[in-house]
């Protein structure tokens, strides 16, 4: 069963030729299901040495915003693009996790009804609506927390030099002149009707960021050299244009129940989207020319990066 | 001028003999301008290499929470735990500035009205009164965010793994074990009420924790003996308590104008304090004794320690 949306497009045939696609989909899922283990067991409400305690009611909203169903799409490619580099799953784990901790935290804090006002998400309450505001923000807080605890701790890679980079990296993608600073453009958009080029801005911040990070967590990690490193960057930095516009135009045409939260709220709300100005057929084709050309950068790695070839198809052809 | 705190405890003997107080204090408002210096320098408003942008907004509410006049007293102990260890200030300046970015976020997220609900901070309008909610939650995620990017940078420490090891210290006294589970378990205090052992532990993780981390990242600067960082870090578990009890006090004798925000508000609340347990006076001395212990912990280091012992008297001695 292929999506409408990639029947129509005729990707169909070179998923049916190659089964890319399905095989696709079972190891994201599979992979899903091991990262969701591995965050369950971070989250627990046992306290971990040197901690003095684990608050029952924080732990609850940490898990309930951590532990919802979610792709795991992020993680996924930072051990996919490690992967790529010779590194074993076991070794990336730690800056996945880390990085889908970035990832729910900034939901939980988008939710808020001081942000974007959200009370589904993947179909469930969001954690202000299964708690309350001030817990979701702590929730949030200490999900950001946990993830430098993460990529500083020795698990994560045996070279502190490499720990210390990722700290870095993903501060910079996560921060104010990355994802937080692109949340903030975002409650401004509705005002500031942003143009093509400040929308583009906005969401290499938003969403573009923390995408390039997963990608170029995977070359930090495996110790790739400068040019692998920067045509993973690259990489992520296609995937994530293209994840936005497939995300612009699931908004206007997906329905609320597929999507599992509210959809066509960025027009509602008077946000300026690329869908709005390039119309949906040229959002369309931009996606899949994006993901043409994010797979060209990988060539060189022949059928070894096939899995996050395969990725970046996924990336605009999913339903949700 | 003595305080008249002081005055009634006799300390005031003390400090006319040696002078320190007077000397102590110079040096702590020497210290707190150029850390507000570089934290204004950190916070400008142009772009740094490899930003994207900084949305305006976004570093005018983050300078609203950190520019305001604070004491300082957080990175002014990184620096001198650091410089007992022959740590130049400019070298364990971008541990100090990442220290106070994470208290100036947690007072930014604490005083949001789903937390704390203040309109004053430091006299001033908190910053969600001076912006909005949205934006204040942003301006923490953002403070938070860049602490951890200034000690994964090789400008915190030439040695990466000193750089991991604040990173993963700060992010343990900040976190879901830490600062951010003492917040959850303060703002549930209401409805729990606490005993003595519970308000302890709730007040080692909301405020003890970062000062904890303040007087160890300085050994950790330094790379000092376990054994000197284990005194460290047991010196700043003393001062935390006894800053927390003389902050009970002064919450109950002090005035909303000489603190410069809302007092009375524990009581008030109805959450129990050490102060309502014990009684005034018997906290008053409580947090005299653990003064003189944290002193005697730093007696190995003779007179290079004084400015340290200064800075526990000081903790005690404080107005606001």
Known sequence: MFPAFLQMRGVERMFATDGFMDDFQNRLLASADRISGALDALLAQQP????????????????HGALNGGKRLRPFLVLESAALFGVEEA??????????????????HDDLPAMDDDDLRRGQ???????DEATA??????????????????ACHRDA????????????A?????????????????????????????????????????CEAGAILGSASPSDRATLRAFGEKIGQA?????????????????????????????????????????????DALVEEAEALLSGFGDRADVLKSCARYIVSRQQ
């Open 174 to 214: 996560a921060g104010l002149g990355g994802m937080v600073g692109g949340q903030m453009l975002d409650l401004q958009a509705a005002e500031d009707a942003p143009d093509e080029a400040a929308i583009r801005m906005l969401q290499a911040m938003k969403t573009g960021a923390l995408l390039r990070f997963a």
């Open 125 to 131: 309450p969001t954690v202000h609506k299964a708690f």
């Open 243 to 287: 994840f936005q516009l497939a995300d612009d135009v699931l908004d206007v045409v997906s329905s609320d129940e597929a999507m599992g939260k509210r959809v066509g709220k960025d027009e509602a709300m008077g946000k300026g989207t690329l869908v709005a100005i390039l119309g949906l057929e040229q959002a369309r084709q931009r996606a």
């Open 91 to 108: 070794d990336a784990m730690a800056a996945a996790l880390a990085l889908e901790c970035v990832h729910c935290y900034s939901l939980i």
């Open 137 to 154: 923000i702590l929730a949030g807080d200490g999900l950001l927390t946990l993830a430098f605890e993460l990529l500083g701790s020795a």
């Open 161 to 172: 030099g490499v720990r210390s980079e990722l700290v870095v990296e993903l501060a910079k």
């Open 48 to 63: 971990r040495e040197g901690e003095i305690s684990r608050p029952e009611r924080l732990m609850a909203a940490m898990r």
